[in-house]
């Protein structure tokens, strides 16, 4: 699901991104996104603002833990945040607000704790039995920085720790697809 809104900043349509600092912007940019997002009981799994094909783009992924996101949700964390985002990006861009998608590929450590019971599909470095196998399907149980990530491999049904060093992509899985 996805929604896009082209934003033109009123306060210095010509400002070039370089006299931007970008991790400034996004320190500012961060908080009033969650604040928004809480109100309507949803989470930001991901915020990025990056430049492709000379125009800019912030990109906002939302979920919930408790209900399916829908096109709604997305029009209205978009309407409540224009205005307040025009203030701050002094630069044209356009806001994506969408859902990860039911294949997303997990890119922090957040999103494990974001997508606690759900299916992954987990490619490793080296195998963490005696089966030998380097990708499965499994179910986030939980994650911790320091330990790793905690899944129910459901081949040999019971829980594996896998050091986060040992992961080299996990990407949500649907049997749906």
């Not at 809104?5 to 306060?11: G, I, P, T």
């Not at 999103?111 to 499965?136: H, M, P, T, W």
Request: proline share 3%; net charge negative; glycine share 2%.
């Amino acid at each position: 699901m996805k929604r896009d809104k082209y934003h033109k900043s009123q306060s210095n349509d010509n400002a070039p991104f370089e006299y931007v600092n970008k991790r400034e912007l996004m320190e500012k940019l961060e908080p009033l996104i969650d604040n928004t997002l809480m109100r309507f009981g949803l989470i930001p799994v991901e915020v990025e603002l990056v430049r492709e094909n000379h125009r800019w783009f912030l990109r906002i992924f939302i979920y919930s833990t408790q209900r399916n996101v829908s096109l709604d949700d997305c029009e209205n964390v978009s309407r409540s945040l224009s205005d307040f985002l025009e203030e701050l990006i002094p630069f044209k861009y356009y806001l994506e607000v969408s859902t990860p998608g039911i294949e997303r590929k997990l890119r922090s450590d957040k999103e494990y704790l974001i997508f606690r019971g759900k299916d992954i599909n987990l490619k490793l470095k080296e195998a963490v039995d005696e089966s030998g196998e380097k990708q499965f399907v499994a179910k986030i149980v939980d994650f911790d920085e320091k330990e790793g990530l905690t899944v129910f491999a459901y081949k040999d049904k019971k829980d594996i720790l896998i050091k986060k060093e040992n992961i080299i992509s996990a990407r949500l899985y649907s049997s749906e697809i």
